[in-house]
T-cell receptor, first 114, second 116 residues
Framework: GNSVTQMEGPVTLSEEAFLTINCTYTATGYPSLFWYVQYPGEGLQLLLKATKADDKGSNKGFEATYRKETTSFHLEKGSVQVSDSAVYFCALSDHDTGRRALTFGSGTRLQVQP | GAGVSQSPSNKVTEKGKDVELRCDPISGHTALYWYRQSLGQGLEFLIYFQGNSAPDKSGLPSDRFSAERTGGSVSTLTIQRTQQEDSAVYLC??????????????FGPGTRLTVL
């Protein structure tokens, strides 16, 4: 079956630090990959996505590259801000097999201190 | 335009009671999903509706859980004889669905269910 594994949190960083949140996956088909973000008190929002190998998704200074050879989709940001404090979820959609629902990782809480 | 809305935002119930949770998807979205977010299990898929096709119920944890989608729009998730382990935030999402490509899922704010 499909699964997503992401690093345990919480991750605590100082403002302007470099961020990496690791994500690896297993999938039956050829999945699309996503990062969702949940800010405090808000709903899940799509942060970025990549639909094929070597694609790079990017948004709000965050980036992630679809690496088929390592089955990974690590999230990076060069300089985090306090406003980036949130829970980040890596997810996949294996729509090649007809399964369009998202399979999520466990989430990683990021806390950025001023 | 309006996003996905869910009601109620909070629901407290006693063990053994039935509850109904409602989701209003974005107008025109043909696909609707229910997920559950709980401390022990993370974010889990429950059920998926696509147009007039039979729903994908493969994520429902027991036969106490059921869902309907009337007229291709509003959906209701029903939990019968609630148990304490049903306590979670229930999330609804909707998306357009065209061909074989992925379409972004837009999530509602969720319903926090607490079973006493």
């Amino acid at each position: 079956g499909n699964s997503v594994t992401q690093m345990e949190g919480p991750v605590t960083l100082s403002e302007e630090a470099f961020l990496t949140i690791n994500c690896t996956y297993t999938a039956t088909g050829y999945p699309s990959l996503f990062w969702y973000v949940q800010y405090p008190g808000e709903g899940l929002q799509l942060l970025l996505k990549a639909t094929k190998a070597d694609d790079k998704g990017s948004n709000k200074g965050f980036e992630a590259t679809y690496r088929k050879e390592t089955t990974s989709f690590h999230l990076e940001k060069g300089s985090v801000q306090v406003s980036d404090s949130a829970v980040y979820f890596c997810a996949l959609s294996d729509h090649d097999t007809g399964r369009r629902a998202l399979t999520f990782g466990s989430g990683t809480r990021l806390q950025v201190q001023p | 335009g309006a996003g996905v809305s869910q009601s109620p935002s909070n629901k407290v119930t006693e063990k053994g009671k039935d509850v109904e949770l409602r989701c209003d998807p974005i107008s025109g979205h043909t696909a609707l999903y229910w997920y559950r977010q709980s401390l022990g299990q993370g974010l889990e898929f429950l059920i998926y509706f696509q147009g007039n096709s039979a729903p994908d119920k493969s994520g429902l944890p027991s036969d106490r859980f059921s869902a309907e989608r009337t007229g291709g729009s509003v959906s209701t998730l029903t939990i019968q004889r609630t148990q304490q382990e049903d306590s979670a935030v229930y999330l609804c999402a909707s998306s357009l669905l065209t061909g074989g490509s992925y379409n972004e899922q837009f999530f509602g704010p969720g319903t926090r269910l607490t079973v006493l």
